[in-house]
């Protein structure tokens, strides 16, 4: 079986080498990237490919990891040549994944979400959804973590925005609530109070979603309006808006924080000066 990436950062860096070792030939094309994704395609012996179109003719299945502008771009280019499964793998909105089937004329799509951190390689939790879904399942026998989750496309993007809808929704309310409670004094006892409800593991988790938060700033609230996006077709996403203008105003470089603060108290130091 031959597995081709469109794009080949993080996800696909990751991802290919674990179906590397089970004996998957992956293959890429890495005109007009960068020289470090050159160089990183090459150490992990993946076969490269002059064009798109010779990827695209190569591969039984294609996934796409792209950054979100580029996903319809990327199935345009590729689409009329491709007989085999596309898997996108974007961050993108269900509707995003219905304007990338149009341009697989002769293959099949899925949509596929990714639901924890990559760097978890092949055991990273994997949603799909679309009528061949399944067949992107089979891969599961290669060590991958897919779960089908819906017969129709669009279902796993839709999934992945709602996870996003509640995570940064509830990583801006502890940003607000205990940077008051942090100014006031009282920020212990609210962790106390509210890990006899939420469960004693809510202290770590909160304080790991603080960082992370601030780290990611600009680009979480980017796909807070494209999650906004998707829940205006059935709501008005008041709170979601409010979530995407929050996470704009906060701070979006690492170096704002150490790259481990000694306790939440150094991240609200950090940014004493950028109020919320």
């Not at 978890?120 to 599961?140: H, K, M, Q, R, V």
């Not at 309006?225 to 008041?238: G, I, K, T, W």
Request: proline letters at 3%.
């Amino acid at each position: 079986m031959n597995i081709g990436f469109l794009g080949f950062g993080e996800v696909a860096s990751t991802l290919s080498g674990g179906l590397l070792a089970g004996g998957i030939e992956v293959l890429t094309c890495v005109n007009g990237r960068s020289q470090r994704t050159v160089d990183m395609a090459r150490s992990f012996d993946v076969k490269l490919c002059e064009t798109f179109t010779e990827l695209a003719e190569s591969s039984d299945i294609l996934l796409s990891t792209v950054v979100p502008a580029e996903a319809v771009n990327v199935a345009r280019e590729v689409g009329r040549n491709f007989k085999g499964l596309y898997v996108d793998l974007n961050n993108i909105s269900p509707s995003k994944v219905n304007e990338v089937s149009h341009h697989i004329d002769n293959g099949e799509i899925t949509d596929a979400a990714i639901m924890g951190s990559i760097k978890n390689g092949l055991d990273t939790p994997i949603i799909a959804s679309g009528p061949s879904a399944e067949i992107f399942a089979e891969l599961n026998n290669y060590g991958m973590n897919i779960e089908v989750v819906g017969s129709q496309l669009g279902q796993a993007s839709a999934l992945k925005m709602l996870r996003s809808t509640y995570t940064k929704g509830v990583a801006a309310l502890l940003f607000e609530s205990f940077y008051v409670a942090y100014q006031m004094g009282v920020d212990e006892p609210l962790w106390r109070y509210l890990a006899s409800t939420e469960g004693p593991n809510f202290k770590e988790s909160s304080i790991s979603r603080l960082k992370s938060s601030l780290a990611n700033a600009r680009r979480r609230a980017q796909e807070m309006d494209q999650v906004s996006e998707f829940l205006s077709e059935y709501e008005d996403p008041m709170v979601t808006r409010a979530v995407a203008e929050f996470l704009d105003l906060l701070p979006d470089k690492m170096e704002v924080i150490s790259e481990k603060p000694s306790d939440y108290r150094d991240i609200f130091r950090k940014i004493d000066n950028n109020r919320f």
